[in-house]
């Protein structure tokens, strides 16, 4: 079955970096462009960043763009996000999703989420 | 934007109905997904009104005039949590992938 592992969360100060790994398995991951999101404490998810299934283009939230850089490992089967100057705002969980079956921008499934908490 | 309400109440049984409304839809359609506490959010309708496999056949979704609706027949207890429509917008200089605030269903 397809199965999306997160790590790589934690406490984090505010200006520090932070990576996090998305480790994908049951499905042919060098076929799929991938995505993350995060979802802040009670509040509702929010779309980070995109990358195409071979790595050539990339997409991301205005709330992220220059701070955050999404890549993949196609022999490893794994998604990344790198986090830069992290402020008190990016706390969350990310989650690490795949397109649906559909070509209607869905995502299905998600991972079971990593937290990222910025704090000092 | 999209925009929901915060919540909805409805006894066992009876049917909820959620919207979601916006100016832009985009062309994939709209997208719900349910999340209980503690876990990741999952599919339950896409593209406007299509069902994952294993979703059952009680939640529908329907799109019409700018306001989107998951609708859940013979509401039960365990379909308690929140609700979150999203859709793609690719009409702007970048794309996007939009949540809705979310809705919290709660069975009486």
């Known amino acids: 079955q397809v199965q999306l592992v997160e790590s790589g969360g934690g406490v984090v100060q505010p200006g520090r970096s932070l990576r996090l790994s998305c480790a994908a398995s049951?499905?042919?991951?060098?076929?799929?462009?991938m995505h993350w999101v995060r979802q802040a404490p009670g509040k509702g998810p929010e779309w980070v960043a995109g990358i195409w299934h071979d790595g050539s283009n990339t997409y991301y939230a205005e709330s992220v763009r220059g701070r955050f850089t999404i890549s993949r490992d196609n022999s490893n089967n794994t998604l990344y996000l790198q986090l830069k100057s992290l402020t008190a705002a990016d706390t969350a969980v990310y989650y690490c999703v795949r397109p649906s079956s559909s070509t209607g921008g869905s995502f299905d499934p998600w991972g079971q989420g990593t937290l990222v908490t910025v704090s000092s | 934007v999209l925009t929901q309400p915060p919540s909805v109440s409805v006894a066992p049984g009876q049917t909820a109905l959620i919207t979601c409304g916006g100016t832009?839809?985009?062309?994939?359609?709209v997208h719900w997904y349910q999340q209980k506490p503690g876990q990741a959010p999952v599919l339950v309708v896409y593209d406007d009104s299509d069902r994952p496999s294993g979703i059952p056949e009680r939640f529908s979704g329907s799109n019409s005039e700018n306001t989107a609706t998951l609708t859940i027949g013979r509401v039960e207890a365990g379909d308690e949590a929140d609700y979150y429509c999203?859709?793609?917008?690719?009409?702007?200089?970048?794309?996007?992938?939009?949540f809705g605030g979310g809705t919290r269903l709660t069975v009486l």
């Open positions: 049951g499905f042919m991951f060098n076929s799929f462009g």
């Open positions: 999203q859709v793609w917008e690719t009409s702007g200089e970048h794309p996007n992938w939009v």
């Open positions: 832009n839809f985009g062309s994939g359609g």
